[in-house]
């Protein structure tokens, strides 16, 4: 059994004083913090001005090692419009959302001004490259380590053999695929937004269908693989077979996984399907520096900061955890300024991106860059504060059990009191702040939805259990809601949020965590355990694993909740929020859901039965 007592990454740097800045994503909960601007210090880092403009050579084939031809545009520093002669470290970036598209193919002229070549790949299947595309195949993993060496090549004129990788997104998660390859030349990671965990993260949260997000994003790959090849003038032929092929991807692979995984099929439930499309399942291999980027309100909330753990055991390594969603979190990367998206302390990140590549790419000394740039950068909700620290969770967190009990109070004595019935709805969910994370990665929150900032209405489809503080109440890390539940149906799911409650009853959710009734089942080996309790659960989500409720009999439940930073003010309520669904955000496939139906659960928190919640508690 693994017992992890508290998790730590090397101390690279002690951690720096607390910097204030404006809060964005400024929910009622949420107090604003003022600006804090200072001069740089005599002999800071200073990124250096352009030397360069941008050409770029379009579609050059690169064939990989099964004949499959995909396509590059390669960005090269050039002046008065022509390539500049000579060797120059190499930017690769591997898009399936059709490098032809500002933004979506995550081109970066503040690098290649600066002096680096910017390699841009439509990955097989999608934009001008041939192939099938099956998100993150084995074989789409061998065309990563294939095209960095490609791009290492003394055979490449513009190349001086050096590598590093930039991309949010899937332009991130294939940063890891292809380091824990270790192709030759690959020095340095930057990954934006990455996806840890296929299955736990977005696919099959908790057990049920990201519907909020899935067939979006499936869409979103069909549709841009559809628009002509920019070759299409020059060679007609072959983008008519390009866009025949693309078209058929679609039916083949996003048609028949989303059918599947709705009528309870293999892809419904956790295998080796998505082990292999999952990056924290060879991590371990990585063996460059990597800095990570992450959102605390992101689609991969849950395991930017295990990547993160993971990498600093091996690597240099940083960690920035903004309150970000999906898309503006992405957005810098992308090459993209989004109005009000919250920065933390320091240069922006396409200087933090410069730095990084400057020292470990192109291996210029930068003795400040410990000093300068912490272990972890984090947002703190509500006290709206960047903080750094050493590690991640901060240092000094213990773990506390605090019970839900009588009168829907939560305490952290001891519980009591007859079960709580929760009411079956399936539309529960529809008003949170899980509408606007998970419906289309974070673009709705540009409507300014009032349900962003308030599930008060939501609140009352299920029940809350209330605690008063009386002072700070702070909290950074995983959670692990341990609930006692009983159903007279076969199957269900529980939702657990987190809020904050203000004095005038907005209700503002920090973070929640899902679990279908029917996968409860736990692996303790894999469970992460902090002062005497699991505090990350670990669920097979394997068909094999499903065991239908026993009907009205009490058994216990853990849901894992995903990573929060927050501070609950003194004069608020913590809020431990239950209801039986997160619409539109999950979605059962069609065999669960009607096992599910029926007139609710129950919560039980006696001494017999107990129901707690175990929360990351800084002193």
């Known amino acids: 059994m693994r017992r992890v007592t508290r998790w730590t990454a090397p101390l690279a740097t002690a951690a720096l004083a607390l910097t204030a800045v404006p809060a964005v994503h400024a929910a009622p909960a949420t107090a604003p913090a003022t600006a804090s601007a ?125 590598v590093g990788m930039v991309g949010a997104s899937y332009g991130g998660i ?35 269908l990201g519907l909020g ?44 996984m989303l059918l599947d995984a709705l009528t309870g099929g293999e892809k419904a439930f956790d295998g080796p399907f998505y082990r292999t499309r999952s990056p924290l399942e060879v991590v371990d291999r990585v063996n460059v520096p990597t800095f990570v980027v992450g959102g605390e309100f992101d689609i991969f909330q849950r395991s930017e900061p295990m990547l ?32 009000g998206t919250p920065t933390p302390p ?46 991640w969770p901060p240092a000094g967190v213990r773990y506390r059990a605090f019970q839900l009990g009588r009168g829907r109070t939560l305490t952290p004595g001891k519980g009591g009191g007859g079960p709580d019935a929760v009411p079956y709805n399936p539309f529960a ?41 009386t002072r700070p109440l702070r909290l950074a890390g995983p959670i692990n ?17 987190v809020e904050d409650v203000a004095p005038d009853g907005r209700a503002t959710q920090l973070t929640a965590g899902w679990q279908v009734l029917s996968l409860r089942a736990l692996d303790e080996d894999r469970s992460d355990r902090a002062d005497g309790m699991i505090v990350r659960p670990w669920h097979p989500f394997t068909k094999r694993s499903a065991k239908a409720m026993p009907k009205n009999r009490p058994v216990p439940v853990d849901v894992e909740v995903f990573p929060i930073a927050a501070e609950i003010k003194p004069g608020h309520r913590l809020r431990i929020s239950v209801q039986t669904a997160d619409f539109p955000h999950l979605f059962p496939p069609l065999p669960q859901l009607g096992n599910s139906v029926g007139p609710g659960l129950k919560i039980w928190h006696d001494p017999k039965n107990p129901s707690w919640v175990a929360l990351p508690v800084q002193p």
Request: glycine share 10%; net charge positive; with cysteine.
């Open 308 to 339: 993160y753990q993971r990498l600093a055991r091996r690597v240099p390594a940083r960690f920035v955890y903004g309150p970000w969603y999906h898309i503006d979190g992405a957005a810098p990367a992308l090459g993209l300024t989004l109005p």
């Open 213 to 256: 997000f899935v067939p979006f994003w499936l869409a979103a790959v069909g549709g841009t693989s559809l628009i002509p090849p920019t070759y299409a003038g020059r060679d007609p032929q072959k983008a008519r077979q390009v866009l025949r092929e693309h078209f058929g991807n679609i039916g083949d692979f996003q048609i028949r």
């Open 38 to 162: 200072t001069a740089p210090a005599p002999g800071a880092w200073r990124p250096r001005p352009a030397s360069y403009d941008v050409a770029t050579e379009k579609d050059i084939v690169l064939t990989m090692s099964d004949g499959t031809e995909l396509v590059a545009d390669v960005r090269r520093p050039a002046r008065g419009g022509r390539p500049v002669a000579g060797r120059f470290p190499v930017i690769v970036t591997m898009t399936p959302y059709n490098k032809t598209l500002p933004g979506a193919n995550m081109a970066s002229d503040h690098l290649v001004k600066r002096g680096y070549v910017q390699v841009i790949v439509d990955v097989r299947g999608t934009g001008g490259s041939r192939g099938k595309w099956e998100a993150f195949s084995a074989r789409e993993q061998r065309d990563g380590r294939e095209i960095v060496e490609w791009a290492a090549s003394r055979g490449r004129p513009w190349s001086d053999g050096r």
């Open 429 to 469: 969910g529809l008003c949170t702040r899980s509408t606007i994370q998970w419906a289309g990665a974070g673009f709705l929150k540009f409507f300014g939805l009032a349900c962003e900032y308030d599930n008060s209405a939501n609140d009352r489809l299920g029940v809350v259990y209330d605690m008063p503080v």
């Open 346 to 391: 320091g240069p922006p990140l396409a200087d933090l991106m410069l730095r990084w590549f400057d020292r470990y790419v192109r291996d210029v000394p930068d003795p400040g860059l410990d000093r300068d740039v912490p272990p972890v950068t984090y947002f703190e909700n509500g006290s709206g504060r960047w903080k750094s620290t050493t590690q």
């Open 481 to 497: 809601a341990h609930l006692t539940v009983s159903s007279a149906a076969k199957d269900g799911q529980v939702t657990v949020r």
């Open 174 to 208: 294939n940063q890891l695929f292809t380091a824990a390859q270790r192709p030759k030349g690959l020095k340095a990671l930057f990954p934006v937004v990455p996806m840890g965990d296929a299955y736990r993260d977005v696919i099959g949260t908790g057990g049920q």
